[in-house]
């Protein structure tokens, strides 16, 4: 059961001044400052106080309704300050002034069927029952780039119109589609009324739009789809009925968020939060707010498409689609035998109904795929080492930590429901260290912000672990009863001196001995590691020392402390402990060669033999975007004969194949999902009809093996059937060893895992060799050829070391992801874009004078494997030294920074090393 209050506890030693004497850190300067140093201790600017302090309250407008009335506060409204507060660069523009506000979603909850009635938004009287009203919480945008949006949004002085879009907009594909594409009909802009381009009335703003703004389809399109989202203007809804759904977003995101969704005459109406998902339940991001603008958005593809001889592509109907497919895995079985299939499903999307995938291709008699994964591994195989298991405590624990360290990690932005528990923590008189190269929205709530050189976290690892040991500030019982290897650790950390620390991290040894101080003195201790710190060719040994320090100072098995980086423990169906063990055992009738590394893609493509890989299937993925080496990458996918890609959006990797398949969202088939950093086992059910001709994956492996001829029996013991009655048949049998949880129960509202622990390791129990937690690891040596001990070593292209490419390439590259994205997914959408327009590369000053590069001014980022061209950002928080591109962006909009990544895996656990890579800027 979720605490209603966090009273604290532990024992935090009293301040003893202000730190700058004693420490010798330096007070935090003005963005604005041409002069940061590496080390800002935030603590003493009044602007970030360390008392407790609350949330910030930010004044909720008038209800626009004549009453006058205010919507109910809420009680945190730090989650969408961080969200959508956009940090003013010195040397941006004054931003507009705010002239609206966002409407807000629902925020009380509402019983299946028709609603109550209530006031209308848009006037002071009641609307008719049915009508239902939006009383919302946590939906509006408190920056002013937010208002401006928002106000564009609803303002009758602007409107959506038809545009043509360019032949060579990604989002249609390099080729204009045939005339009967299926990409939607037509690219929408916000204009101003005085743009004589337009050609719709505006809608009314005192009702639902009086133009519906149907799509305009080109005359054409076969089987016109009424494919209209769903209007914007008042705050009451117009239908009789409202059906309301319990979802949860299935995205690869650590927060895998409760929704519920509103129905209203067959098209979704709202979304919001679900408040018995306790880790959520605060509001949905961004990405979750577009959801909607998502399913029905014009550039979705919403029939099969095939390449033409020109390299477009026409539409085509199911049947030759299908056909197409079937004779090219016929002959390529026949020819090279069925290894000679590539199937390569990312984690775009989670779900039970996944695993009807590789069902089919055993029935197919086998396949080859891939093992590790491009996202965090190594941190995996470090924590699965050392404490036997990947779990953490419930998330709302976090808030009894009275010392928080969030190492390498950004929850304001790719966690923002985790900065809820943190602010919780702070109100509470915990103290936030943040170590981080980035000065980062999750910064600006620590009381010391670490800049850390990229790549050296394991080095202060062992540095602070050698001052607790050597001052004593260290738990001898907890060691004694529970900890292998203290012995070997201890001379082993006796190497990293403060002043050998300070030499490799470039964070001063009054810094390091305050990190150790701390984290000796003050209890309960978290922390939370972020996914980037384990993208080095040395990661895994950095996590292994990360948690060495919770280990020896005994922060594990206790309420408020602990390791938080990956919470399995709702990984119930197909448990996940081994990187190599990620599919489950090959059946006789169909082995699956598991023999190409995600992280190496193009390369161990090109290079399989016995057989060759001949044919591609792809699902649940981008990876021309996101694989390291882009141009590996494309040469090996476009050496093969046939490519098969089944997306939403014509993405970059679906613009290489033969054909396209247009693939379901969450709120088109019913599913089970389960999460990563909370326990909650959640469903995502079938909410409208897919739009046009889209099918959901398991339809289209359930028709392949029909037309494949397989056996009739296999396919109906393996490939639930394409209805609604089967799918859920399928699910309720992959839930019956589990009577806690059935469907009933997951559609009335998220089930927390059964067996889960609301705090990890409190009963000590660790599933590794020895029982114990080991700092000694013999099967590190064993398996991965690494050192017993989490031993530090430099990463293999780092700037400023004898690494590879360090004289030529002096800036380390950052890859890191953004609030607005996950990954290359929704920055495709209009209402992401207005906030997330175009790629920057980020760069200090100091790194960007001697270059000649002005803020603003174009730049051309290079290494040996590649280069983009990019508008460059000073950024004042950022460490000299390094440069930030965030990932995702498409190649067709000027992104691609992979192009500049190795293709290289993690010392431990087959991870991708995407932050391994040095580069140069120069001005174009």
Request: with cysteine; charged share 25%.
């Amino acid at each position: 059961m979720v605490p209603e209050g966090w009273s604290g506890g532990g024992g935090q030693r009293p301040r003893a001044g202000s730190g700058q004497d004693r420490h010798g850190c330096r007070r935090d300067r003005d963005p604005g400052s041409p002069e940061t140093g590496d080390i800002r201790l935030i603590a003493d600017d009044p602007q970030h106080r360390s008392t407790p302090r609350r949330a910030p309250q930010v004044p909720l407008p008038p209800c626009p309704a004549g009453d006058g009335q205010r919507r109910p506060k809420p009680a945190v409204l730090h989650l969408t300050a961080l969200l959508f507060r956009r940090r003013q660069h010195p040397l941006d523009p004054d931003p507009a002034p705010a002239t609206g506000a966002l409407p807000r979603s629902a925020g009380e909850r509402r019983d299946r069927g028709r609603s109550r009635g209530g006031r209308c938004r848009k006037s002071a009287q009641s609307c008719r029952p049915g009508a239902g009203s939006r009383v919302g919480r946590h939906q509006r945008l408190p920056d002013q780039r937010g208002r401006e949006l928002s106000s564009r949004a609803q303002s009758s002085a602007f409107r959506l119109v038809d545009r043509p879009a360019p032949v060579d907009d990604c989002r249609r594909g390099k080729e204009a589609v045939d005339g009967q594409h299926s990409l939607g009909q037509g690219s929408r802009h916000l204009e101003s009324q005085s743009d004589h381009r337009s050609h719709r009335d505006p809608p009314s703003r005192a009702g639902w739009p009086a133009d519906r703004l149907d799509r305009g389809e080109s005359p054409t399109q076969r089987d016109r789809i009424d494919h209209t989202p769903p209007p914007r203007g008042p705050l009451c809804w117009v239908g009789d009925e409202l059906d309301t759904f319990t979802t949860a977003c299935p995205r690869n995101c650590y927060s895998t968020c409760g929704m519920r969704v509103t129905k209203e005459d067959g098209k979704l109406r709202l979304l919001e939060a679900h408040p018995d998902n306790a880790a959520t339940s605060e509001g949905l991001c961004l990405k979750g707010l577009s959801y909607i603008e998502r399913v029905y958005s014009p550039d979705r593809l919403l029939h099969p498409l095939k390449r033409t001889t020109d390299g477009g592509f026409e539409r085509i109907g199911w049947d030759e689609a299908l056909d197409t497919v079937v004779a090219r895995l016929e002959s390529v079985r026949e020819h090279h035998g069925p290894r000679s299939v590539f199937f390569y499903a990312g984690s775009g999307t989670k779900g039970l109904m996944n695993g009807v995938a590789l069902d089919f291709w055993r029935l197919f008699g086998g396949c080859t795929t891939t093992y590790g994964d491009l996202c965090w591994p190594a941190g995996l195989e470090a924590t699965r080492l050392t404490l036997g298991d990947n779990k953490h405590s419930a998330p709302w624990d976090l808030a009894k930590a009275r010392l928080i360290v969030l190492w390498g990690k950004n929850p304001a932005e790719t966690n923002i429901h985790q900065m809820r528990f943190v602010e919780q923590a702070i109100e509470a008189g915990a103290r936030v260290v943040v170590i981080d190269p980035r000065r980062t929205q999750t910064a600006e709530a620590a009381e010391l912000l670490v800049q850390i050189k990229p790549g050296t976290d394991g080095a202060l690892a062992l540095g602070i672990a050698h001052l607790l040991i050597r001052d004593g500030n260290i738990d001898r019982e907890f060691i004694a009863e529970h900890v292998l290897g203290f012995e070997s650790f201890a001379e082993m950390a006796s190497e990293y001196s403060p002043n050998r620390v300070a030499e490799i991290t470039e964070v001063p040894v009054e810094v390091v001995q305050r990190l150790a101080e701390e984290m000796g003195t003050i209890t309960p201790l978290s922390i939370c590691a972020g996914f980037g710190m384990q993208r080095y060719t040395n990661s895994a040994q950095t996590m292994r020392a990360l948690i060495a320090l919770l280990a020896i100072t005994g922060n594990l098995g206790r309420p408020g402390a602990g390791w938080i980086y990956a919470n399995l423990q709702s990984q119930i169906f197909d448990p996940l402990r081994d990187p190599l063990a990620i599919y489950p055992p090959a059946r006789d009738e169909g082995p699956i060669r598991i023999s190409v590394s995600t992280s190496l893609l193009g390369h161990h493509l090109a290079e399989q033999q016995d057989p060759p890989i001949k044919m591609a299937w792809i699902e649940r993925g981008n990876p021309v975007t996101q694989n390291p080496d882009t141009h590996r990458v494309l040469e090996a996918l476009r050496g093969l004969e046939f490519r098969v890609v089944v997306d939403q959006f014509l993405t970059d990797t679906a613009r290489e194949a033969d054909i396209v398949l247009p693939a379901k969202t969450l709120f088109e088939q019913t599913d089970v999902i389960n999460a990563y950093w909370h326990a909650y086992i959640q469903i995502k059910q079938k909410i409208i009809e897919p739009p046009g001709e889209v099918k959901p994956e398991s339809e289209i492996y359930y028709l392949l093996a029909g037309r494949l001829g397989f056996d009739a029996d296999e396919i109906r013991r393996s490939l639930p059937a394409p209805t609604d009655a089967a799918v859920e048949e399928y699910l309720r049998g992959r839930l019956k060893p589990f009577p806690e949880l059935t469907l009933e129960q997951l559609r009335e509202r998220p089930v927390l895992a059964p067996g889960h622990q609301e705090v990890a390791w409190s009963d000590y129990s660790f599933p590794t060799p020895s029982g114990k937690i080991e700092l000694l690891s013999e099967e590190a040596a064993s398996r991965w050829g690494a050192d017993r001990l989490p031993r530090f070593h430099d990463p293999v292209e780092s700037p400023g070391t004898a690494s590879k490419g360090a004289a030529r390439y002096p800036l380390h590259l950052l890859t890191p992801n953004t609030k607005d994205r996950i990954h290359s997914q929704f920055n495709n959408l209009p209402s992401i874009r207005e906030l997330n327009p175009k790629t920057l590369v980020h760069i200090h000053p100091a790194d960007a004078r001697p270059r000649g590069l002005a803020n603003g001014a174009m730049a051309r980022v290079f290494n040996e494997r590649g280069s983009v061209q990019l508008e460059v950002r000073w950024d004042y928080g950022l460490k000299p030294g390094c440069v930030s591109i965030t990932n995702g962006w498409w190649l067709c909009e000027g992104g691609g920074v992979n192009r500049l990544s190795g293709a290289r895996e993690t010392d431990m656990g087959h991870g991708a090393a995407f932050h391994d890579n040095a580069v140069e800027i120069e001005a174009q």
